[in-house]
């Protein structure tokens, strides 16, 4: 029997096969009201001839002949114009035949976006933090996962001398264990840390002391830098805009760190304004990450773009990895492969973190997690992100701040590599933007 709603609580169930209905739009869609499925299993369904109806049996779209949907793949359903769904409305999905009920979702009102399910193809129906046709759904709170005491230490320390950075710094990336890197979104500026006793300090070499301004290629601009990674490619920035404007520019952008100037230009640019959601200037891209091209091969990682396994043959000049970059504005993520040799890119997966906005994004090597952080928005939270057996990164776990730390404005998250590791330990920095107490940088430990 379908599913009803009972004392206004919405109720699904699940039918025989791997298909289900991800998320819908019953209210102001384009180019109208949709339903979109998502295929859980290992292998491809044909759904030609499946029926969807809503609470009206005589309500009956069919899907046409020859649809298949991949191994996590998805199919967006324009329901519009056969039916229109309205505020007290069901879902309901059939097999060829229109008697065999797969799925069903039951609402009582219109969500503000989108009814979709938290985790993304698996959990329960919940209202998303953004419509995302096509792609993974954007859910909040950790993507429907519970949040569990912080994996490690619970004590935290000031990891900077008093003031040494003032406000704004942002993202970090370990090179190694003595070398840390860090950036400044106002004015932009990117530094080499190293270690100091129990502090973080700029080094003094290179013409790293007082760190060094960014700029865009052509020498001019300061970036509003927000995240940075260190990779095979060079040290990568993600950016919000030029500070000397007042609009978006999301760019992510690569520099030399070896170089000794005291400035620095930008060796590549991927302007990445078309392919991103149109954005406030201070809420585009804040996180970035690199995960090796070994990693995800080995995992199974799904490209979207090509609706197939990931294949890095098929993006020649990318180097050997993706990046994954948080926006801000959605908590969503998005990994690019970026064409090392000019401006060119492709999204190859879009990614829910769980969280209403991304603040910093860090690959663990040691475990295979992407983290996700988030600042004190959402009480200072961290999420790990896992390939699943559809091939796409799902929050596995969600962790509250260690409880001696305060809800600061913590906008860089970095782990110390895994040769770091003693007594089962070892290190994490957080960068406060604030730099509450006088103090940007805070040390703490997370179980090897």
Known sequence: MVALALFGVPAATAGPTDVRINEIESNGGSPGDWVELVNTGSTAVSIAGWVVKDNDDSHVFTVAAGTSLAAGGRAVLDVDPVFGLGSADSVRLYQAGGTSLVDSYTWTAHATTTYGRCPDGSGAFATTTASTRGTANSCAGGGGVTATAWPGGTAVTVADAANAFGTNLSGLSFQSAGVLWAVKNGPGTLYRLVPSGATWTPDTSGGWTSGKALHYANGTGDLDAEGVVVTPDGVVVATERDNN??????????????????????????????????????????????????????????????????????????????????????????????????????????????????????????????????DDTCQGRTATLDVNAQGQLAVTALYERPTGMSNYNNEGFAIAPQETCASGHKPVLWSDDGNDASHALRAGTLNC
């Open 245 to 374: 404007g007042s609009t978006s520019l999301p760019k992510i952008v690569r520099f030399d760190g070896s170089a000794t100037t005291t400035t620095l230009n930008a060796t590549a640019e991927w302007d990445l304004t078309a392919d991103l959601p149109a954005v406030a200037a201070n809420s585009g891209p804040e996180g970035i990450s690199w995960i090796p091209d070994s990693f995800l091969t080995a995992h199974g990682f799904h490209d979207e773009h090509a609706n197939a396994a990931y294949d890095p043959a098929s993006y020649p000049g990318h180097g050997s990895g993706l990046y994954f970059v948080g926006l801000e504005a959605n908590g969503t993520i998005y990994a690019y492969a970026l064409d090392q040799t000019g401006g060119g890119y492709t999204r190859i997966a879009t990614v829910p973190s769980g969280f209403p906005g991304v603040m910093d994004l860090e690959y663990e090597p040691g475990t295979g997690h992407l983290w996700a952080a988030c």
